[in-house]
């Protein structure tokens, strides 16, 4: 929820006394997760206070073995909080009761970075056990993955999230954008988790680092929004019949550093995915975004910077129950719930 009113209060107050409740009935000394529903930058000040030291040294280490981890990071990030809030969610294997996230087209044999998540919880589990969520987690490696990779703009992460106790691969299948969008099917997408124009346009620019699989860019190989000596070298690298699984660099200029060059690119038609191109070919206030960051990074830098700080506030409805796990790929086995 976006800033808990009179009546988000009494619903929490009320949850937790249930918990509560249960607790003492089954003699179970399960401790209730306080959620104040605002997130904060120093909500872990008193609890962990090593949290922001430790994600940023796993972090470090993790890009330091690849580069490309930053940019696995920063999306898990992004595919988490469009699907039922910033809730952890793609981070929970399938069990008996629900198939989860990982499969969803869009993660399938795509999202990575999962181990080097189980990493820094198993470090934070030794430090301040049972305290931070996961979902903070995703957001905290997020910011120091970009800023490893050369985003200079270090900006505040607020938390105090809560790990949902449920995914759903139906619900990521809907909401994750697809590649082949066009530019008003993404501007819808985004609108529908409380996102803008210059939002869609700022947080595409995470695509200034990471990969694609070739099975991905031979479905835009024939468009013609983009650049045609771009297209035939990309048809060479990808060409049909080849492996799906090799793997593009998304700015091939400087593709290993958190820059704005993405946003040259597309200046030129060097845009690999469709959902990329269509920023800029598409007629309208994108273009001018689009030049104004292309040609500015500083203005890029803050604006990515804002934005990643607003997608991270998309919130689980209001009234979901939510946990600190204690293992990121599970709900906890006497789940500790409180409300958002
Ligand atoms: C606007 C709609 C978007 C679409 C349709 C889209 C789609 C894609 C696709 C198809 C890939 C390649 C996946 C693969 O081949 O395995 C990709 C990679 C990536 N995306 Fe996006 N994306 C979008 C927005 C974003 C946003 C908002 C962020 C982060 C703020 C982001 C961050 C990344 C990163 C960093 C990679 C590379 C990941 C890696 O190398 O592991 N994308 N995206
Ligand atoms: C995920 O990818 C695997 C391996 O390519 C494939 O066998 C499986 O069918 C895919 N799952 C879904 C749900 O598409
Ligand atoms: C989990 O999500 C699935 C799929 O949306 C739903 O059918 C199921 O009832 C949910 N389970 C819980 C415990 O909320
Ligand atoms: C965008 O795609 C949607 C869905 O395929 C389609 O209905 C719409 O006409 C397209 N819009 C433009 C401007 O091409
Ligand atoms: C691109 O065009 C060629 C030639 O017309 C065609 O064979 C191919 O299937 C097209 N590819 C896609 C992804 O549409």
């Given at each position: 929820?976006?800033?808990?009113?009179?009546s988000g209060?009494?619903?929490?107050?009320?949850?937790?006394?249930?918990?509560?409740?249960?607790?003492?009935?089954?003699?179970?000394?399960?401790e209730a997760?306080?959620?104040?529903?605002?997130?904060?930058?120093?909500?872990?000040?008193?609890?962990?206070?090593?949290?922001?030291?430790?994600?940023?040294?796993?972090?470090?280490?993790?890009?330091?073995?690849?580069?490309?981890?930053?940019?696995?990071?920063?999306?898990?990030?992004?595919?988490?909080?469009?699907?039922?809030?910033?809730?952890?969610?793609?981070?929970?294997?399938?069990?008996?009761?629900?198939?989860?996230?990982?499969?969803?087209?869009?993660?399938?044999?795509?999202?990575?970075?999962?181990?080097?998540?189980?990493?820094?919880?198993?470090?934070?589990?030794?430090a301040c056990?049972?305290?931070?969520?996961?979902?903070?987690?995703?957001?905290?490696?997020?910011?120091?993955?970009?800023?490893?990779?050369?985003?200079?703009?270090?900006?505040?992460?607020?938390?105090?999230?809560?790990?949902?106790?449920?995914?759903?691969?139906?619900?990521?299948?809907?909401?994750?954008?697809?590649?082949?969008?066009?530019?008003?099917?993404?501007?819808?997408?985004?609108?529908?988790?409380?996102?803008?124009?210059?939002?869609?346009?700022?947080?595409?620019?995470?695509?200034?680092?990471?990969?694609?699989?070739?099975?991905?860019?031979?479905?835009?190989?024939?468009?013609?929004?983009?650049?045609?000596?771009?297209?035939?070298?990309?048809?060479?690298?990808?060409?049909?019949?080849?492996?799906?699984?090799?793997?593009?660099?998304?700015?091939?200029?400087?593709?290993?550093?958190?820059?704005?060059?993405?946003?040259?690119?597309?200046?030129?038609?060097?845009?690999?995915?469709?959902?990329?191109?269509?920023?800029?070919?598409?007629?309208?206030?994108?273009?001018?975004?689009?030049?104004?960051?292309?040609?500015?990074?500083?203005?890029?830098?803050?604006?990515?910077?804002?934005?990643?700080?607003?997608?991270?506030?998309?919130?689980?409805?209001?009234?979901?129950?939510?946990?600190?796990?204690?293992?990121?790929?599970?709900?906890?086995?006497?789940?500790?719930?409180?409300?958002?």
């Amino acid at each position: 929820m976006k800033a808990m009113g009179a009546s988000g209060a009494v619903m929490a107050v009320r949850v937790l006394s249930v918990v509560v409740l249960l607790a003492v009935v089954s003699t179970v000394g399960a401790e209730a997760v306080v959620a104040s529903g605002l997130l904060t930058t120093d909500y872990y000040a008193r609890s962990c206070p090593r949290l922001s030291s430790i994600v940023k040294e796993e972090v470090q280490k993790a890009v330091k073995v690849e580069k490309r981890m930053a940019a696995s990071l920063v999306r898990l990030h992004f595919h988490d909080c469009f699907v039922h809030g910033c809730d952890g969610s793609i981070l929970l294997d399938d069990t008996a009761t629900f198939i989860g996230e990982k499969t969803a087209a869009a993660n399938n044999n795509s999202a990575r970075g999962f181990e080097v998540i189980d990493g820094i919880k198993a470090k934070l589990e030794e430090a301040c056990p049972k305290t931070v969520s996961c979902a903070d987690i995703l957001a905290l490696a997020s910011r120091d993955s970009a800023v490893e990779v050369g985003l200079s703009e270090r900006y505040p992460v607020f938390v105090g999230r809560l790990d949902s106790l449920n995914a759903s691969r139906d619900e990521a299948n809907l909401r994750l954008p697809s590649p082949r969008a066009n530019y008003s099917e993404l501007k819808k997408n985004f609108e529908f988790q409380g996102l803008n124009e210059v939002d869609l346009i700022a947080l595409s620019g995470a695509h200034t680092i990471g990969k694609v699989r070739c099975q991905i860019v031979r479905l835009f190989l024939n468009d013609t929004d983009t650049n045609a000596e771009f297209r035939s070298n990309l048809a060479k690298e990808c060409p049909a019949g080849g492996d799906d699984f090799k793997l593009q660099n998304l700015d091939l200029k400087t593709p290993e550093k958190f820059d704005n060059n993405y946003f040259k690119n597309l200046r030129r038609g060097e845009g690999i995915i469709r959902s990329d191109q269509t920023l800029w070919s598409t007629p309208g206030i994108n273009q001018a975004i689009v030049w104004d960051f292309a040609r500015n990074q500083k203005t890029f830098f803050r604006q990515f910077a804002f934005s990643t700080i607003k997608m991270g506030n998309i919130r689980p409805p209001a009234g979901t129950k939510g946990e600190i796990r204690e293992n990121c790929r599970a709900v906890n086995s006497a789940p500790l719930v409180a409300s958002e």
